[in-house]
């Protein structure tokens, strides 16, 4: 017997419009499809951010340990399977959501970060990328994230450390130093260690007061404590110099 079919002003009713909404849906996915059937680069690469836009949504809000594959394939509309074609496993979506994170965080591609008339003039820009950098919400979510959770996840620390732009970071100012001081004769390892130093001097502060461990900085504040940051680190150098060769 023939499935009925209601007609009303809207258009088809009952079963006959369910089958025509399943034949409908096939076919948006049939298009949203490439040849043979498989999803273009482009569309991989818009599914695959929709995952991380989730997975980052429940990351900062739920936590880490509170945040399940399950939730993050609901939230972004895809299946389990969908979801392990492009992820082994929770570890490194969050791994991915970190560099996610960065990369939104990171100046422009097309903004110099050394730039100024002098080395001084360099470091107080740089300090100011930096810190803008390190109060953006992103980076004070993933902060509290990563500060609440480290002792039941500690591999959490090591994925935000290895994601690179702290030693990249490290690495740029250590060169700048080499150039802009020669008359400082700092070994590599002494350059690393005052880069270092710089990156905790420039940013630990401010994001632990902003995170609550304090009254969060007005932008008069923070644009004296670049400023003091920057000519307590280059007197660091000098005397840092001086008292290696003793």
């Known amino acids: 017997m023939e499935p009925k079919v209601g007609i009303d002003r809207g258009g088809i009713t009952g079963t006959g419009k369910t089958r025509l909404d399943e034949r409908n ?3 948006r996915r049939r298009r949203r499809k490439g040849p043979g059937g498989r999803p273009s680069r482009a569309q991989a690469l818009e599914l695959r951010e929709q995952i991380l836009q989730a997975a ?3 990351f900062l809000s739920e936590g880490y340990g509170s945040t399940s594959i399950e939730a993050v394939a609901e939230r972004s509309g895809v299946s389990k399977r969908t979801f392990y074609h492009r992820f082994h496993d929770k570890a490194e979506l969050f791994a991915a959501v970190v560099h996610r994170i960065i990369e939104q965080i990171r100046p422009p591609a097309g903004v110099p970060l050394l730039q100024g008339a002098d080395l001084h003039a360099i470091l107080r820009r740089l300090a100011g990328l930096l810190l ?6 992103q980076a004070i979510a993933l902060q509290r994230l990563v500060t609440a959770e480290s002792a039941r996840f500690p591999n959490l620390v090591r994925a935000v450390y290895e994601e690179g732009w702290a030693s990249q970071a490290t690495g ?3 060169d700048l130093l080499a150039r802009e001081l020669p008359s400082v004769p700092l070994t590599l390892e002494q350059r690393t260690f005052a880069a270092e130093q710089f990156l905790q001097m420039v940013a630990t502060v401010p994001q632990r007061r902003i995170i609550g461990l304090g009254a969060p900085m007005t932008q008069l504040e923070l644009d004296a404590w670049a400023e003091d940051a920057v000519a307590l680190f280059l007197s660091g150098c000098r005397g840092f110099a001086s008292a290696a060769r003793r």
């Open 25 to 27: 849906r096939r076919a």
């Open 56 to 58: 980052t949504e429940l």
């Open 132 to 137: 803008r950098a390190a109060l953006t919400p």
């Open 172 to 174: 740029l100012i250590a």
